[in-house]
């Protein structure tokens, strides 16, 4: 691997190791500093909301002005404070606050970092997006089995993730700082934001079945840990599931531009199909097998559809709006996908728990649809 996707793999890999705890255990967390099952919903779906708008409008400031090195920094420092703030508050609006505000901070990195590798990536290797998202999704696996297997050997669970939140962040924001280097670049100079071949009506459909699939993960992150416990799951068998669906993640990143790029129409009713057999695995009273198999298909219904759509964007948007087009299509994912799910299945565990999982069954199966329509109008376009 050459040295500028191997400097952007060790950024994944610093960045994305708490990204499981927060998925997985965040909730749990919230739950046990007092909160009920239904406000950690909510405020696990804020973490997301705030994608809407602040992330894509932060990011196009970013992009268009000469003022990243100042957002990189500022946002160092913040996710810092907040994540120190996490770690010692019991009030309910703290709590909310400093989550919020962390999980903004992140977002902007994020996309950063996507940018950064679909662009990298296209300049030097084709299959280059794939190996550094293999490389982040395993450390996200690592960071929830270390979480797993401290809990087996009695630890507290929540201990644990403050302090590898808290280590993490740290480490992230002083390398951050360290390898931000202050730019004098020109602006970018104005050019229509989508290539001249996309069709709109793709574009369309595209974002509408990024919001129904990814965020149909959002039930996982806001009550999969609470569900499992409510089973009778120990904490270590559930971060062990967690860890096994960031193992199949990873290594379905590892090879998604193939799976993406050839025989799609039928990758689409795979992920289907998986996303409806997922939500059965957990439904029906999950042992260890179960919930492990689900975690997998889990990770298989995130990882190709988040690809392909990457890939997408960065075939259908101009260069210079690239990063601006990726932090929109985490706003539309999870900003408002994630969110509402996340949000609504909280609620859901609370009040109507026999139907928890039905919501993201119909929500994925029905992006797969407009996936479908949306690859097939590009299809046609392509033709004409």
């Known amino acids: 691997m050459r040295k500028p996707l191997s400097l952007l793999a060790i950024s994944y890999i610093i960045f994305y190791f708490p990204s499981g705890l927060l998925k997985s255990y965040l909730s749990q967390f919230l739950v046990n500093s007092g909160l009920s099952y239904g406000m950690a919903g909510i405020i696990v779906g804020c973490t997301f909301t705030i994608k809407i708008l602040v992330n894509p409008t932060l990011t196009y400031i970013s992009d268009h002005t000469n003022a990243t090195y100042l957002f990189k920094v500022s946002f160092s420092v913040v996710a810092a404070i907040s994540v120190a703030a996490l770690s010692v508050s019991q009030s309910v609006v703290l709590l909310t606050i400093s989550t919020c505000v962390l999980m903004a901070s992140r977002n902007f990195f994020q996309s950063t970092l996507e940018s950064t590798a679909t662009n990298t990536s296209q300049k030097m290797t084709r299959s280059g997006y794939g190996r550094v998202k293999f490389g982040g999704s395993l450390s996200v696996a690592v960071g929830t089995a270390t979480l797993a297997g401290l809990s087996a050997a009695n630890f507290s669970p929540d201990l644990i993730f403050i302090s590898i939140l808290c280590s993490s962040t740290f480490c992230f924001s002083a390398v951050m700082i360290a390898t931000s280097k202050k730019t004098t670049e020109a602006k970018h100079p104005r050019t229509s934001s989508l290539t001249s071949q996309t069709p ?101 219904t995130f990882s190709i559809p988040h690809a392909a759509f990457i890939f997408s964007i960065r075939r259908y948007f101009s260069e210079n709006y690239s990063a601006t087009a990726i932090s929109v299509y985490f706003a539309v994912a999870h900003g408002v996908g994630i969110a509402i799910i996340s949000g609504v299945s909280g609620i859901m565990l609370e009040r109507h728990t026999e139907l928890a999982w039905a919501l993201p069954a119909i929500s994925g199966t029905i992006g797969c649809v407009f996936w479908m329509a949306s690859h097939k109008v590009a299809s046609e376009k392509k033709h004409n």
Do not use: D
Not at 231 to 254: D, P, Y
Not at 286 to 292: C, E, I, L, R, S
């Open 200 to 300: 709109r009506r793709t574009i369309l459909l595209m974002f509408a079945a990024t919001a129904l699939i990814i965020g149909s993960q959002g039930a996982y992150y806001s009550i999969g840990t609470p569900w499992l416990m409510l089973m009778g799951l120990s904490n270590s068998q559930i971060f062990i599931a967690w860890t096994i669906g960031f193992v199949a993640e990873a290594l379905v990143f590892r090879y998604s531009t193939t799976s993406v790029t050839r025989h799609y129409e039928n990758v689409i009713k795979i992920v289907a199909i998986c996303i409806i057999f997922r939500a059965f695995l957990m439904w029906a009273s999950p042992g260890m097998t179960q919930t492990a198999a689900s975690f997998v298909m889990q990770g298989i």
